[in-house]
Structure formats: C-alpha cells, structure tokens
C-alpha cells in the first residue's frame, strides 16, 4: 500500500518515517510554502510496521542539506532520508541529533546580540535532554523549533 | 584566554584566578601592555576598578569613550568595532547592552576579551569578586558557608551567576524575596541540576541567623505597577542595625550603588562587609588581567 502512495521520483529526497504528526512542521524546516515551485508530496498517517503510523514527506528536485537534516532530527528523531538521483536511491542515512545549529534558526531573546545587527549566524547548543540553547545569551527555545526558523 | 562567563568556568578555574588574586602585587609585570576598555554603556566605577588594576600592574589602557563621541553613533557593528581596537590594545574590555556581545567580540579578536557585563547576561568580574570577598573576609572554604540572597532574584543578573557559581562549591543557599520577584524557572532549574541544597523564602526573620553571609540587592521601583505596593515591599526588605541585632555575625554584601536597601547605620558595624567587597574589584581584576595578559598563569 505504501509502495502506491509514495509514487517513486527521478530526483530529490524523501524522508521517512517522519513521526506521525510532525510533517508539517518538517514541510516548515524546510522551507516549504505558497512561493514553493518543487513537487512536494505528503503522506501523513500512513501505517508503518515499525512505527504503528508515520508521515512521509517527499520534494522532487531537490537535495536537502545538513543543516535541515540537523533540524529534523529535534522533532523526527527517526527519520530516514533518502536520496534519489534517476528514480535510484544513491544514499540512505537515518538523521542524527546535532551537538549545535548553526543559522537558520532565530533566537527569540531580543536584546540578544545576534538580533543586533552583527555579521554572525545564530548558533544554538542542543543539551543531552534535547533542549537548544543560544550559544550567545543562553536563552532556551521553549516551543516547537520550527516556531524558530527564520 | 578569554574571560566571558563564570559559567563555563570550573571549580578550580576559578579557585586559581582567586588565589592570584591574593598573591597578586603592585609592580610592573604588565609595564608596555595595553588594555582596551569599550564601554557601550556607562559603568564608571567598573572602568575605573579596570582602570586601577591595569596601571597598579604596570600597564596603560586606551578607552574608547562614550558610545556617542564614537563610531558606533554612525551604526558600525561590534564585530568591525573591536577588529579595529585590537590594533590598539592587548586585550579588550567590554561592556555592551547585548547578551552575548563578548562572546561575539571574542570570535572576531585574537586578542584576550573580558566581559564586563553583556546586558542581563554574565558579568564575571562581578562573581569573580564577590567570592574573593565571601572566601577573605568570611571563610577559606566557600563549601561550609551558608549564604542568604536578598531583594530581586528575577531580574538580577549578579544574583543569578554568584548563585550558580556559588552552587559549584557547594555553598548552601537561601533565596528571600517577595515572591513575584522570586528565582526565574532556569535558573532554579539549574540550580536543581547541581544538586546543591537550597532554599527559597520570602521573609529573612527565619534564616538570618542561620547564615554567614547576607547578599543584598536592589529591589527597582519599576518591577511594581503600584508605588505603594513597591513602599510596602521594599521596606520589607531592608536591612538595618536594628533588623540585624539578633542576627549573629552574619556579614552583609551588596554590588552596590546601593540606593535605601541597607541603612546606613550599619555601615560602621562588623556586618558591612560592601564597601571592603567593592575594593576586591582591584586585586580580583589584576589577578585577571595578569593571567589573562600573560604577566603570569
Ligand atoms: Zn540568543
């Protein structure tokens, strides 16, 4: 059944085994909205073996970068991605949780110094129990990250 | 080596910038030396405590002045601010309204960079004195004092890094405030996770006789929507001779200014421990500024 969902894509990436519910914070990470010209697909409750249901998120034309994958792993730590390159999966990796995000995220701190203007990106250590802290002024991002992103 | 918080800082690290400090003599181990000092906003008696220390060694500073005498009034960002600096000085002293403003400035400088204070971040110098003070003028061991931390433990950035520095060495703490300026959650969090034994109160009466040291901070006007709610709260939480008559020896601190939190009849009795603490800011700093400008350490 799965097979038919997920229809196979000559290039891009699909990740799987999103933990269900969590697609659309994923779709986030990722940067995807109205202004996006990729195929996105989404699959979200699909029943899994493993994982009793998850969501599948697939976007054609496109590899996606460590930074995102970093990200993913705070909210789908079991996520596996898979590149494909002509309808050929040429890497498959389960994400893994960073020691630090560098950019993409934005500190909610205002009179943080990386809100000031400064030639810097974010950076924010990821604690053993998953929390983030911001690397410059210590505040910890108390919601979902992807209310972070930027 | 750069000196940006007391939080990364280890039990031993800061036992060795507090022994320096007691060792540390006038002379002219830093003679041809020069220290930076960028004060983005006024903290006088820090640059001048700076300034004292640096000359006491020997060595000269340069000061950048008032942010609106200088570049930074045309927009210019702190990291381009202290690249240019560092071609004048041999370490760099900041004090910024921005978190994280030192540890950005120690990213863009290969010189040394002390936080004097990055808005309501860390400001270790501050900490760093306040244990010179508790382990000279008290006891040896800071582990088998039991310190009481009085007034605004919400917003009090030197109440918050003394607190977590202190739990390192395993100080018993009391916290006594009124309790809409109790602890913030992170940092009772923290607090937990270092597994020190502390309390929170909101009345002295019953722990000051029990302490050694009373740290006392302002409670600021502006917490309260209502003056008289502010009257009736911060006169709770003065201290006098009279409050402190049955209360042993314990020996009182304040970062000071202090404004009417400590009267002045206590001033000349064994309990005034503030001013003696706010002289420490010069040996603790010369110890920093040696071990940091490679005099010694
Ligand atoms: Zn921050």
């Known amino acids: 059944m799965e097979e038919l969902r997920i229809r196979p894509i000559r290039d891009g990436t699909v990740i799987d085994h999103i933990e269900r519910g969590r697609a659309l914070e994923v779709l986030k990470i990722l940067g995807v909205d109205s202004s996006t010209r990729d195929v996105v697909s989404v699959a979200m409750n699909v029943s899994s073996e493993k994982m009793g249901a998850k969501d599948v998120v697939k976007v054609e034309g496109r590899e996606i970068g460590s930074t995102e994958t970093d990200i993913i792993a705070l909210i789908a730590p079991e996520a596996t991605v898979n590149v494909v390159r002509e309808y050929e999966v040429t890497e498959k990796y389960v994400v893994s949780m960073p020691d630090e995000i560098t950019g993409v995220l934005t500190c909610p701190n205002p009179s943080c110094i990386t809100n000031g203007g400064e030639p810097v990106e974010t950076s924010f250590e990821v604690e053993d129990d998953g929390e983030l802290r911001c690397s410059y002024c210590d505040e910890v991002l108390e919601d979902e990250v992807a209310e972070y992103i930027s | 080596m750069d000196i940006l918080s007391t939080k990364e ?119 760093l004195l306040d244990l010179y003070t508790m382990r000279e003028e008290v006891d040896e061991d800071l582990g088998s004092l039991h310190v009481g931390v009085m007034g605004d433990l919400k917003y009090g950035r030197t109440v918050h890094s003394l607190s977590l520095a202190l739990a390192k060495f395993d100080t018993r703490l009391s916290f006594v405030s009124p309790s809409e300026l109790r602890l913030p959650e992170n940092v009772r969090r923290e607090l937990e996770g270092s597994g020190v034994e502390f309390r929170e109160v909101e009345d002295v009466e019953g722990v000051v006789d029990d302490l050694d040291v009373l740290y006392v901070t302002r409670i600021q006007k502006e917490r309260f929507p209502e003056e008289r709610e502010y009257e009736r709260i911060a006169h709770s939480y003065r201290v006098s001779s009279d409050s402190l008559e049955d209360a042993g020896d314990v020996r009182v601190m304040h970062p000071l200014p202090r404004v009417d939190e400590i009267d002045p009849d206590l001033d000349d009795t064994e309990h005034a421990l503030y001013f003696r603490q706010a002289h420490n800011g010069v040996p603790v700093r010369m110890a920093i500024l040696d071990m940091v400008l490679g005099g010694s350490g």
């Open chain 2, 9 to 127: 800082m280890t039990r031993k690290e800061m036992l060795e910038v507090l022994d320096h400090a007691r060792s540390v003599e006038q002379g002219t181990s830093l003679s041809g030396e020069v220290l930076g000092l960028l004060f983005f906003e006024p903290s006088t008696r820090t640059k001048m405590s700076f300034t004292s220390a640096m000359k006491r060694l020997g060595g000269d500073v340069v000061d950048m002045g008032s942010v609106e005498s200088s570049s930074v009034k045309k927009g210019e960002t702190l990291a381009d601010t202290v690249r240019v600096v560092e071609g004048y000085a041999d370490a760099l002293v900041i004090r910024h309204p921005r978190e994280g403003s030192a540890r950005l400035a120690s990213e863009f400088v290969d010189a040394p960079v002390i936080n004097a204070g990055d808005g309501a971040g860390q400001h270790p110098t501050q900490t």
